[in-house]
């Protein structure tokens, strides 16, 4: 049975800068592409980023490029999720996820399988 635990999130001030884990176990954690969405109150889930089975190719959602950073460590079942210079509304819960998908990486959440519980980031200004 796949598993999947977010930690790293709290309180940060706008500007601050955040690093988001999630560990992975189940089944072999290198085969799939791996994914971050947040869900903010009262709004839909949204994708944030996505990182390839091999960490070679990822994607942002655009209102986190270049202040958001994905990657992965497929020896220790991880993927990360580095936030910097974050704003109020990046406020959200965030979720890690893996899909069953063996490719370049996927903002769909419907190709993705197995989530995280979530945890909290929330940013004040």
């Known amino acids: 049975q796949v598993q999947l635990v977010e930690s790293g999130g709290g309180l940060v001030q706008a500007g601050g800068s955040l690093r988001l884990s999630c560990a992975a176990s189940?089944?072999?954690?290198?085969?799939?592409?791996m994914g971050w969405f947040r869900q903010a109150s009262g709004k839909e889930r949204e994708f944030v980023a996505t990182?390839?089975?091999?960490?070679?190719?990822?994607g942002y959602a655009d209102s986190v490029k270049g202040r958001f950073i994905i990657s992965r460590d497929n020896a220790k079942n991880m993927v990360y999720l580095q936030m910097n210079t974050l704003k109020p509304e990046d406020t959200a819960v965030y979720y890690c996820?893996?899909?069953?998908?063996?490719?370049?990486?996927?903002?769909?959440?419907?190709?993705?399988?197995?989530w995280g519980q979530g945890t909290q980031v929330t940013v004040s200004s």
């Open positions: 990182i390839s089975w091999s960490g070679i190719s990822t």
């Open positions: 189940g089944r072999t954690f290198s085969n799939y592409v």
């Open positions: 996820a893996q899909s069953n998908l063996r490719r370049s990486g996927s903002s769909r959440q419907d190709e993705y399988a197995y």
